[in-house]
Structure formats: C-alpha cells, structure tokens
C-alpha cells in the first residue's frame, strides 16, 4: 500500500494556515503536497468516496461538499448516507428520505437517506423465507423462530443490512459518481472486513448444503432431481456479490476512504486508529481532511481567554496532524460563522475542500 501513517518532508502547520488564507484569496495552495483537487485528477477513474471520522467532525458536511464538486463537475452524482442516524435531509434543507431526490437548483446532485428500518424488515423477511424452506427441506421440526431471532437480533445483522443495501446502489449503476457519508463508529471497516467473514461463511453453507443435498438424493427413492433451491442460489448469487464489493472497494482506481479530524486529540487518535485498520484490509485510504480550524487572523488579541486558548490548543493539534499524517492531509476548512447548511454554504466548503 502506497499510503501509510508517517514519512515525508512535512508542510508545516503554518503551512495549514497558508492553505486556509490562500484558497480565500482564490490562490493555488502550495502548503499541502498533494491536494485534494490534485488527488482526484491523478484518480480519474475513482468513482466511490467515502468519509469517516469521530462523531460531529464533519463527515456529512465534507460528503456533502465532495458530492456538491462533483455535481458541478457535471458528473450525475449520489451522495448517500448509511448512518441509521441521519443528517443529509438537515445538511440539504430538504427531505431525501427513503429514496434519491435531486437536490434542488443542482441537477446533477441527488441525495439519499437510506432506510435502515425497511432495510432491515426486508431483509429479516428474506432471511425468513429462505430458513423456513430450509427447515421443511430438512425435515427439521424446530420452530422457525428460534432460528430467525439468532440470525437477525444482533448488530451485525444490521451493518450487513446496510452494507448490502449499499452494495445494492453501487451495482445499479445508475451514477457516475459516489459519496458515502459512514457511521462515525468503526463502521466502514467493519462492513469491509465482513465481505471477508461473509465469504468463508457462505462457503462452509455452500459446502454442508452440498453434502446434505446429495444425501438427499442418495436416499431418495425416486431418482427425481431436487427442485430449485432458493436458499443454495441465494448463497451463491451473495457469495457473488461479496467477492465483485470486495474487489470494488480494495480497488484503489475507483475507491478512496477520506477521513475528516478537527484540531483535537480525540478525533486525530480515532482516524489515526481508522488508517491503521484501513491498511491492514487494504482498504484505499485517499487521504485526511483537516476541519473546524479558527481563523486567527479574524481573531483580535483581546479576544476571550478561551477563544485564545482554544487557538493555542489548536496550533498544537495542526502540528500533530502534520506529524502523523503529513503529505496525506488533502485540504484544510476554516470554522465557519454559522454551521453548514444549503447548497450555499456547501458550496463555500466545496472552496476549501478542492481548493
Ligand atoms: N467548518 C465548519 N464550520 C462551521 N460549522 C461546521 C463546520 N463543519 C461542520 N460544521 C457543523 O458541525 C456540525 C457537525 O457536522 P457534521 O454533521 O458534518 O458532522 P458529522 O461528522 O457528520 O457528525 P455525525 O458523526 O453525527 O454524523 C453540523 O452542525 C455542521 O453544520
Ligand atoms: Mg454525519
């Protein structure tokens, strides 16, 4: 893997500075090494984008942004969220619930909040269906439920949920380019590193399916072949689709994971965690994305203690950030007067974000 924690002839923090006073004056910025324009022209294939982070970095907002650019790059663009909180309806001014809506005045750009409820429903209804036949198949009396409770009441029945629902979007088809915006838990990589649990699972049912199944007809007595069996096509047909994610998602032509931190221990620790696992699946890391960063030029000496302070404390954070993640560290956003919200403000963040 090309990207990792480390290395490099470091911009300084000051050079994050630089990069915020220049993309306000509209200038190129010299201080990030390669930067996220940069990026995605060297990618031009790159096709889905995720973000992540620590809760309330940011992530909608820079997904948001990242779609917004894209749009306007006149790509026919999805920007969703798998979060079963969501935010893009709030970000957006406008209700995206439950299906793709364009966004209003942006043509290329629709948003969608995925519904984790009805996901999830549909897919305890499949699991049902397909474990009832497979019960009546086997002769086994047990009731049904039991089976259905221990393969559905737990979390990761919901991440797969939601991560096949995703899966769903990106083999439609229908977009040319992709922005996830992704729980702020350890989700992502979590979801990922499952399409390699699934697949081992889904080969020890596919072989015990297999074995039961030519009992079966060993000691049949007609010599009948065995009717269709949904719950075996079903196996294979998501055995499928976890190697074709899998291959996707590893691919570092179409797939970049961006992870957004404020000038703050906490966030910085949680992406620095994040990078780290991302390399161990092989994950594409596209970069970092520095949020929230008080203008100290707007600030005058005799402002309060605590706005002081807070620069102070912040200044310490952008060296850390230099440090640790140096010549990956794709843009850098001011903290704005007001939160981001509507196209308009999504469009000022676009300045930063691709300065
Ligand atoms: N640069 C900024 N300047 C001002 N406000 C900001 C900035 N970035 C984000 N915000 C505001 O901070 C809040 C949190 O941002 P956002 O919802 O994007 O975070 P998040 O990482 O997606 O949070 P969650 O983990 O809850 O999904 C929002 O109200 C947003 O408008
Ligand atoms: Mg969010």
């Known amino acids: 893997m090309r990207d990792c924690i480390g290395g490099r002839d470091a911009p300084s923090h000051t050079g994050l500075r630089e990069a915020l006073r220049t993309a306000e004056q509209g200038e190129t910025v010299v201080n990030i090494t390669m930067n996220m324009k940069q990026f995605m022209n060297a990618r031009p294939r790159v ?28 790509k026919k663009t999805l920007l969703a969220s798998t979060n079963p909180v969501h935010s893009l309806s709030n970000l957006l001014e406008q209700d995206v619930f439950g299906k793709p809506v364009q966004v209003s005045g942006e043509p290329n750009f629709y948003a969608f909040e995925i519904d984790t409820r009805d996901t999830i429903e549909r897919s305890k209804r499949e699991i049902r269906e397909k474990i ?43 977009y040319e380019f992709y922005v996830f915006d992704t729980a702020p ?24 399916r297999e074995e039961a199944k030519s009992l079966r007809e060993l000691l049949s007595f007609s010599k009948k072949k065995e009717e269709k069996d949904p719950l075996m096509e079903y196996l294979l047909g998501f055995k499928d689709r976890m190697a ?28 620095t965690r994040f990078i780290n696992w991302f390399h161990e699946f092989g994950i594409p890391v596209g970069g970092v994305v520095v949020n929230g960063i008080i203008q100290k030029e ?58």
Do not use: C
């Open 244 to 271: 074709q994610a899998k291959n996707l998602l590893t691919d570092e032509a179409l797939t970049a994971f961006f992870f957004v931190t404020l000038p703050e221990s906490l966030p910085i620790a949680v992406i």
């Open 132 to 174: 009832n036949w497979f019960l009546k198949f086997a002769d086994i009396t047990t009731k049904a439920e039991d089976f259905i409770e221990s393969a559905t009441m737990n979390p990761a029945f919901e991440e797969s949920a939601m991560f096949e629902n995703m899966m769903d979007l990106i083999f439609k088809d229908e």
């Open 185 to 208: 838990t350890a989700n992502a990589r979590r979801l990922l590193g499952m399409s390699k649990v699934y697949s081992l699972w889904v080969e020890k049912m596919l072989k015990s």
């Open 298 to 355: 707007q600030v005058g000496q005799d402002a309060a203690e605590f706005v002081l302070n807070r620069i102070r404390m912040q200044e310490e954070h952008l060296e850390e950030i230099d440090r640790i993640f140096g010549d990956r560290v794709r843009a850098a956003a001011p903290l704005f007067e007001t939160e981001v919200k509507g196209t308009g403000m999504l469009g000022r963040t676009v300045d930063y974000l691709f300065a």
């Open 47 to 74: 096709k889905y984008i995720f973000f992540g982070g620590k809760g309330g970095v940011g992530k909608t907002v820079m997904a948001g942004a990242a779609a917004l650019w894209s749009a306007r790059q006149g």
